[in-house]
Nanobody, 123 residues
Framework: QVQLVESGGGLVQPGGSLRLSCAAS????????MGWFRQAPGKEREFVAR????????YYADSVKGRFTISRDNAKNTVYLQMNSLKAEDTAVYYC????????????????WGQGTQVTVSS
């Protein structure tokens, strides 16, 4: 049984930082590219970042480029999202997802999803 479990969300002031983690089990982690998506109330789920199986290649949405960093530790079966300079518009539920395809931004191409962790940016 595949499980992706996110953690690290919370309430942070504008300009602050958070580090999200996603622990994977039940799948050959190093065989899957990993992505982060987010969904704000009343909006569709949107792509945030993706990292290749080896970690050697990353891709970001324009809205987070330069502020967020995705990384992974294949020895720990964990993917991270370091979020700096947070803005109110970053408020959303953040999900990690796994894909065996060469896809990047299409949510439907990710086979496995976590339950999400809430990130709220507010003063």
């Amino acid at each position: 049984q595949v499980q992706l479990v996110e953690s690290g969300g919370g309430l942070v002031q504008p300009g602050g930082s958070l580090r999200l983690s996603c622990a994977a089990s039940g799948l050959p982690f190093s065989s899957y590219a990993m992505g982060w998506f987010r969904q704000a109330p009343g909006k569709e789920r949107e792509f945030v970042a993706r990292i290749s199986r080896s970690g050697g290649s990353t891709y970001y949405a324009d809205s987070v480029k330069g502020r967020f960093t995705i990384s992974r530790d294949n020895a720990k079966n964990t993917v991270y999202l370091q979020m700096n300079s947070l803005k109110a518009e970053d408020t959303a539920v953040y999900y990690c997802a796994a894909t065996s395809l060469a896809t990047i931004v299409v949510p439907e191409s990710y086979a496995y999803w976590g339950q999400g962790t809430q990130v709220t940016v507010s003063s």
